[in-house]
């Protein structure tokens, strides 16, 4: 028999969430963010629940190929764009769009042969200093672009640093996209998923949501459920044993949990090289038999220990779930003092991964 522990991709929650994006954003089309491997969820398992989708954006170009010789024949958008005249050709082969973010860009798209022409997302820098040209010169380079016999068309591109902090917004990035922008006749796409859910007015003609489409809310201050999405992903494990606790005695590595009267504790087939944040502390929400817990002491490589005292249903075998379907996973990650996207990212190979 395997190891316990597992993480069910939930295919009908994926579904529903790419649905409740399109219905806060109806007059776009929707790019359904599949990088980092689906977020952790496997992008092959995202697009086998999405197959309706308008597209997919991705950062990595192998999977952008796999996914045309699966026959995936939506538009398909990379992210960061090519990093060789090779993958340019490539994209012109299998009628992959690109975003352009420098100027070498420009320059391979200027003299590279290709045999189709390319469409391109010029991403416009206008605040989060990561990707893009200078949002200024966007009129400049939409000329260049426009006439290069290698570009089919050319979508408009930026991203929002504070989308999810409703005390900074957007309105900064938004009014310098809009302002060097307004006499350029071209489509745009702004909006990730806070945006989304925030700023109807950004919708614009592509959507790019990503972790909303997991079922974690981008906002600190709005749940999933405030946001009506569900779940893609469960972790989920099982108590391998049991102990006995004095009060006095200890818990874990560096004995960072005691005992404060007899307790019950079990331990549970999961650590940090399953992807469990080893930083989680004393408290995180665990749920052990259908019941809210706690866990204990300090997460180990392949092992954590929660509190069973008050669950006397729970035994050796009893289901864990450390985050999914019942336990936001937004929870675990507030306790853990990091974030969602690290904890789905995390996911290690040695865990058992199915789709629902």
């Not at 290069?148 to 309105?171: C, Q, R, W």
């Not at 985050?323 to 003092?337: E, K, M, T």
Request: with cysteine; hydrophobic share 45%.
């Amino acid at each position: 028999m395997s190891r316990p522990i597992e993480a069910v991709i939930h295919s009908n929650a994926l579904a529903h969430n790419y649905q409740v994006i399109k219905q806060r954003a109806p007059n776009a089309r929707a790019f359904a963010v599949i990088k980092a491997n689906g977020y952790g969820h496997g992008a092959a398992r995202v697009v086998a629940a999405l197959r309706n989708a308008d597209g997919f954006a991705i950062l990595e170009f192998g999977t952008a190929l796999q996914l045309r010789q699966q026959g995936i024949t939506q538009p398909i958008l990379l992210l960061e764009g090519v990093f060789s005249r090779d993958e340019l050709q490539q994209c012109a082969q299998h009628n992959i769009m690109l975003a352009i973010h420098q100027a070498q860009h420009l320059d391979w798209l200027r003299d590279t042969p290709l045999n189709a022409p390319v469409d391109v997302f010029l991403k416009l820098n206008t605040g989060m200093n990561r990707l893009g040209f200078v949002a200024e010169s966007a009129p400049a380079i939409v000329d260049q672009l426009r006439a290069m016999p290698n570009v089919a068309s050319v979508t408009l591109m930026t991203h929002f640093a504070t989308a999810d902090e409703p005390e900074k917004g957007i309105a900064k990035q938004w009014h310098r996209f809009q302002t060097v922008t307004a006499d350029l006749d071209c489509p745009r796409s702004l909006a990730n998923s806070a945006a989304v859910f925030a700023y109807p007015e950004v919708h614009a003609d592509w959507v790019r949501p990503g972790i909303a489409l997991y079922g974690s809310s981008p906002f600190a201050h709005l749940s999933a459920a405030d946001l009506g999405l569900q779940a893609a992903m469960t972790l989920r494990s099982r108590i391998i044993a049991v102990q006995h606790l004095q009060a006095g005695d200890t818990v874990g590595y560096g004995a960072t949990f005691t005992a404060d009267r007899e307790m019950r504790i079990g331990v549970v087939a999961c650590g940090y090289a399953d992807g469990y944040p080893r930083h989680a502390p004393t408290g995180t929400p665990v749920i052990v038999a259908g019941q809210t817990t706690r866990i204990l002491g300090r997460v180990s490589m392949d092992m954590l220990c929660v509190d069973l005292t008050d669950i006397p249903q729970a035994q050796i075998d009893s289901e864990v779930e450390l985050w999914g379907a019942h336990l936001s996973i937004d929870a675990v990650a507030q306790a853990a003092g990091t974030i969602a996207y690290e904890l789905m990212c995390a996911i290690t190979q040695r865990v058992s991964i199915r789709l629902d």
